[in-house]
Nanobody
Framework: QVHLVESGGGLAQPGESMRLSCISS????????MGWYRQTPGKQREVVAE???????HVVESLKGRFSISIDNAKNAVYLDMNALRPEDTAVYYC???????????????WGQGTQVTVSS
């Protein structure tokens, strides 16, 4: 199991920007997918943005233009840049990683502990 450490959440006012960071404490041999999900009380966790094994970013259609995702393979890190934040962006944001960490190892599916993002005036 890979340990993912998230940071960057907190309180923002509508219209502000915020960056979330997620770093894997384990070296990644092969990344299949790494990205961000979010969840609000009473709702299912939903995908926000992901980067596939080819390095192509995918952002949910409704968030395109405001959210972007990037990866730093050297740091085993993925970032979520959120701009023009809205109150409806308030949620717990989770980092997700599907990867193989060593030759012969099974593919692991890991989640971060979650970081709260609150958008409010």
């Amino acid at each position: 199991q890979v340990h993912l450490v998230e940071s960057g959440g907190g309180l923002a006012q509508p219209g502000e920007s915020m960056r979330l960071s997620c770093i894997s404490s384990t070296n990644i041999l092969k990344m299949f997918r790494m990205g961000w999900y979010r969840q609000t009380p009473g709702k299912q966790r939903e995908v926000v943005a992901e980067i596939d094994e080819g390095g192509t970013p995918h952002v949910v259609e409704s968030l395109k233009g405001r959210f972007s995702i990037s990866i730093d393979n050297a740091k085993n890190a993925v970032y979520l840049d959120m701009n023009a934040l809205r109150p409806e962006d308030t949620a717990v944001y989770y980092c997700n990683l599907i990867a193989r960490t060593a030759v012969g190892a099974s593919v692991s599916h890991s989640w971060g502990q979650g970081t709260q993002v609150t958008v409010s005036s």
